[in-house]
């Protein structure tokens, strides 16, 4: 019998990990949870006949939903491992309260709309929670606009009820769509990588601003930031502009390129977005290079990603390389000053 720690099959696709496993073999949660083959096994039959047989599964997700375990989540939820004891419980309640009682609209869509199966219905909480665990302030406000989570079978289906490009969010809805394989997307090696949710998490925060606020458009704002907050986005947005202006000016790196790509300085809603995925995913390097953006972002949700995440490197690596080939920038409509 092998037993399948978690740290090594968390990211593998359940499947496969189904496949090449003996009979006898079972799957460990943590020191004290474990399941069997004929659990795993279920768990996989479950998935494929929610979410369809083309949605390839992490066998965490699989561990998650046969045992109810949260920490079988933490390979999803970084900040699972690091939350200590009433943290972890402050992080269970909120998930149980968005998770239960629906107070979000989170649909799937495939040949017809049906409220979301468990594993995307986690996928959706648990990220919201994640970031938001200490400000479930920021949290419940976001509730009161309404946001809808609509997740689709497949890209026949996204394209089908309008959804365009790798993800997207439509303000006037206030409505995410994405296919279910981006959910999952960047989860397949032990560190999470991309993660297009997080992205038009971005944009839906900023459309949530709007409603709270009863502005006319977007501007690229989260929901309940104070004064020294917005202060310090402001500030620190600005040098990475200047960064980005000069770019488009001299058509090389003078003294330091941006963080993000290109693509993020295009509007001031691309600029949320794409700064408020990096500063879950790759918050070191964010750090080190921004540390007037960071601090306020640290500062808005009240704890440091830092602390529990190690940086996924894809995004500042391809951005770097993107300004040292001196490649043509894009337009910019950003209006700070
Ligand atoms: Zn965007």
Redesign the pocket.
């Known amino acids: 019998m092998t037993i399948h720690a978690y740290r090594d099959v968390a990211h593998l696709d359940a499947t496969k990990s189904l496949r090449a496993a003996a009979q006898e073999d079972r799957w460990e949660v943590h020191p004290h949870c474990s399941i069997d083959r004929d659990t795993f096994r279920l768990g996989v039959t479950a998935i494929q006949s929610d979410l369809g047989e083309g949605c390839a599964m992490q066998a965490a997700m699989v561990l998650y939903l046969q045992s109810k375990e949260l920490s079988a989540l933490r390979h999803f939820f970084p900040i699972i491992g690091w939350l200590d004891g009433p943290g972890r419980e402050r992080w269970a309640h909120l998930y149980a309260t968005y998770l239960v009682d629906f107070p979000l609209r989170i649909e799937f869509i495939d040949r017809e709309r049906r409220p979301a199966p468990l594993a995307v219905r986690t996928m959706v909480v648990g990220q919201l929670v994640s970031c938001f665990v200490y400000r479930p302030d920021v949290l419940a406000a976001f509730r009161t606009t309404q946001p809808t989570f609509s997740i689709c079978a497949d890209n026949r289906t996204y394209t089908r009820v309008g959804g365009v490009?790798g993800?997207?969010?439509d303000e006037t809805a206030h409505q995410m769509i994405l296919e279910v394989s981006r959910l999952f997307e960047g989860y397949w090696q032990p560190t999470p990588g991309v993660s297009p949710f997080l992205?038009?998490l971005?944009?839906m925060l900023d459309g949530a601003q709007r409603r709270l606020t009863h502005g006319h458009a977007c501007v690229g704002e989260l929901p309940a930031m104070d004064d020294v907050q917005r202060l310090a986005w402001q500030s620190g947005k600005r040098v990475e502009v200047q960064h980005y202006r000069r770019y488009q000016e001299v058509g090389i790196v003078v003294d330091s390129a941006p963080l993000g790509h290109p693509?993020?300085f295009q509007t001031d809603?691309?600029f949320l977005?794409?700064y408020w995925e990096m500063f879950w995913r790759n918050p070191h390097a964010f750090a080190a290079h921004s540390p007037v953006l960071y601090a306020g972002l640290v500062s808005y949700v009240e704890h440091d990603p830092r602390v529990y995440t190690t940086d996924y490197s894809g995004y500042v690596t391809g951005n770097r390389a993107f300004y040292a080939r001196g490649e043509r920038a894009w337009a910019s409509q950003i209006r700070i000053s």
């Open positions: 490009g993800g997207c969010y992205h038009e971005g944009h693509y993020v809603g691309e977005a794409g």
